[in-house]
């Protein structure tokens, strides 16, 4: 039996929408109702994250009872019928999207200005009770938040906690909080420290959660163009061997990578998360001192060794092969050795050992990973 009344079954059907649907032990009706595709608007549900019940947004009518429920954290019930689509349902979907519009941002297009609003999108999607008068703000931001990567931006928050359940359960580092009451609710640090001076650590995760654009990339904020402009090319980040899926968020028009987010929870490997170096270490992509070309280094006519030279991959590959037999001809093949690394990947390090055995038959590899 839940606090709320309901009985809790190991698994069993639940009716939603005249739908017989099945659900599995611990089961939400959320879940229950997703897995049947039938939508129920959420703004402070992931799927990792222990249900906070505070936006409200997810209210749906069960039979029986008088307060409607949040179907983010009722848990399903055997025979319990569920309506999510009643005009009672549809007002308070209305409503409390009005109310976070009069205490955020009512202009998409300024609210927007980085990362996407789905206050915004459901909005657009489900209606408002109407445009409000603007309430005046009143959550702190944090101004001397000096870290180099995250914005907090108050004036889009809607305090519905993922950013700080998020760095609370999987992140597990505890180092933002909700602080004060009422309307005057913020996002803080331990003392409102500068993220750098927390436990944060800059996984940028409170990011992709949040889901208005109040927690922003301070690099992508000051390029300028918002994410909804930007292409997203989904590829492999290449810092470590663990294969994390990221999206580079591309401007086309000036073929530049803005920012790095990370595909949604449930449909890579790392779930939706990354690490600070696969967020935001990115900026050697466009550096010009990065190497986009195999240089070589000549040998000058009295010996000694002359400047580095753009050159193709097949002749430094042509030279490194000629350096490396010159040195087993003249010393014998265990003269060689070859060391790779563990953020390759494995079939990068099968080759590697294949090369060093087949190609240069010396026994001499290692890989970093063993010592
Ligand atoms: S960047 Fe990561 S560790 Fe830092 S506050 Fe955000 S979620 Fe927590
Ligand atoms: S910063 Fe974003 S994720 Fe955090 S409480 Fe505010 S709206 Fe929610
Ligand atoms: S999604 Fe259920 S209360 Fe927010």
């Keep these: 039996m839940t606090d709320r009344g309901f009985v809790v079954a190991d698994s069993g059907f639940v009716v939603v929408d005249g739908n017989e649907l099945s659900f599995a032990a611990g089961e939400t009706v959320l879940q229950a109702a997703r897995r049947a595709e039938i939508e129920i608007p959420t703004l402070c549900h992931d799927d990792r994250l222990t249900p906070a019940g505070a936006c409200r947004m997810c209210l749906v009518e069960v039979e029986g009872t008088r307060l409607m429920q949040p179907a983010c954290s009722l848990p399903a019930s055997q025979g319990m019928v569920v309506r999510t689509t009643t005009p009672r349902v549809q007002r308070n979907r209305q409503f409390i999207l009005s109310l976070h519009l009069a205490d955020t941002i009512q202009d998409r297009e300024v609210c927007e200005d980085n990362n ?8 657009e999607r489900h209606g408002t009770a109407g445009e409000w008068t603007p309430v005046e703000q009143q959550r702190q ?3 001397l938040d000096t870290n180099p990567f995250i914005a907090f931006r108050p004036d889009r928050c ?19 909080t909700l602080a004060g009451r009422g309307a005057h609710t913020t996002i803080s640090t ?13 996984c940028g995760g409170c990011i992709d959660v949040c889901p208005t654009g109040a927690m922003s990339e301070k690099p992508a904020l000051a390029y300028g163009k918002p994410e909804r402009e930007l292409e997203k090319v989904r590829t492999t980040c290449n810092f470590c061997g663990v294969g994390c899926q990221i999206d580079l968020n591309v401007d086309r028009e000036a073929n530049h990578v803005v920012k790095v987010t990370s595909p949604p929870a449930g449909t890579t490997v790392n779930d939706g998360n990354l690490c600070v170096k696969g967020r935001f270490a990115n900026d050697f992509i ?15 006519p009295d010996g000694r060794r002359g400047e580095l030279r753009e050159a193709t991959w097949e002749e ?7 350096g490396l037999q010159g040195v087993a001809d003249r010393h014998g093949d265990d003269a060689l050795a070859f060391i790779s690394s563990s953020r390759c990947t494995g079939e990068e390090n099968y080759l590697f050992q294949k090369m060093s055995r087949a190609a240069f038959r010396t026994q001499n590899v290692h890989q970093c990973a063993a010592t």
Excluded at 287 to 300: G, I
């Design 116 to 123: 996407p609003s789905r206050v915004h999108e459901l909005a």
């Design 141 to 143: 931001g944090r101004p």
């Design 158 to 176: 809607i305090a519905c906690s993922l950013c700080t359940r998020y760095c609370d359960q999987v992140e597990a580092v505890s180092a933002i």
């Design 190 to 202: 331990a003392d409102a420290k500068s993220l750098t001076d927390s436990t944060c650590e800059l």
């Design 286 to 300: 466009h550096h010009p001192d990065r190497l986009t070309v195999p240089m070589v280094r000549d040998r000058l």
């Design 316 to 322: 430094a590959l042509d030279r490194t092969v000629a």
